[in-house]
């Protein structure tokens, strides 16, 4: 079954410290994995995709086929990055427009 | 551009009762996906619509249904509602056969 798993719902790092958001996917074929991110009375919207490769607000994210892993990481945290952070994935056995997405990590940054 | 643009921003309604969830995409997109959000929980993908048809279903009940119009708008529609279905509805645009990228800010359902 096609599943994201994001182990941590809360975590808590204090500002300039490096932070890792745990993301492990189960999927048949071969998915594309995205991070998305909520601010404080903000939309949802993508944070990153894997195939982009891009670094976005200082946040990577490299997928690990081997471990079906997606960490995303950030080396020095700031306290605007205290937001709902959620990965997601689709893929060609689910349709890529259907995404599905784990429940969601919420980043706390301690000033 | 105004983005994706969803109304009402907060809807309060009584078990038993019916509810209608507006969409409007981002312009140039043809493809319209809904999604609840439990509290709590990630988004879960309920239907999306393209060329005013469903063209794919989640795991939602028939009392789930939806509608797109020709300038790709979307109505979300849901019949005799439960207290489970409070949660926040997200309405996402996209081209055909991509990811959606763009979320609308979404409507806050509750029932009572």
């Known amino acids: 079954a096609q599943r994201v798993t994001q182990p941590e719902k809360l975590l808590s790092v204090f500002k300039g410290a490096p932070v890792e958001l745990k993301c492990n996917y189960s999927?048949?074929?071969?998915?594309?994995l995205f991070w998305y991110v909520q601010y404080s009375r903000q939309r949802l919207q993508l944070l990153l995709r894997?195939?982009s490769r891009e670094s976005i607000k200082g946040f990577t994210a490299d997928l690990n086929k081997g471990e079906t892993s997606f960490h995303l990481k950030k080396p020095f945290a700031q306290e605007e990055d205290s937001a709902m952070y959620y990965c997601?994935?689709?893929?060609?056995?689910?349709?890529?427009?259907?995404?599905?997405f784990g429940p969601g990590t919420s980043l706390s940054v301690i000033p | 551009d105004a983005g994706v643009t969803q109304s009402p921003t907060h809807l309060i309604k009584t078990r038993g009762q019916q509810v209608t969830l507006r969409c409007s995409p981002k312009?140039?997109?043809?493809?319209v996906s809904w999604y609840q959000q439990a509290l709590g929980q990630g988004p879960q993908f309920i239907f999306q619509?393209?060329?005013?048809?469903?063209?794919q279903r989640g795991n939602f009940p028939d009392r789930f249904s939806g509608h797109q119009f020709p300038n790709y708008s979307s109505e979300l529609n849901v019949n005799a509602l439960l207290l489970g279905d409070s949660a926040l509805y997200l309405c996402?645009?996209?081209?055909?056969?991509?990811?959606?990228?763009?979320f609308g800010n979404g409507t806050r359902l509750t029932v009572t």
């Open positions: 996402a645009s996209s081209l055909v056969g991509e990811s959606p990228l763009h």
């Open positions: 999927y048949s074929g071969s998915p594309e």
């Open positions: 894997h195939i």
């Open positions: 997601a994935l689709s893929g060609a056995e689910t349709s890529y427009d259907k995404v599905i």
């Open positions: 312009s140039g997109h043809d493809t």
């Open positions: 619509y393209y060329e005013e048809e469903e063209r």
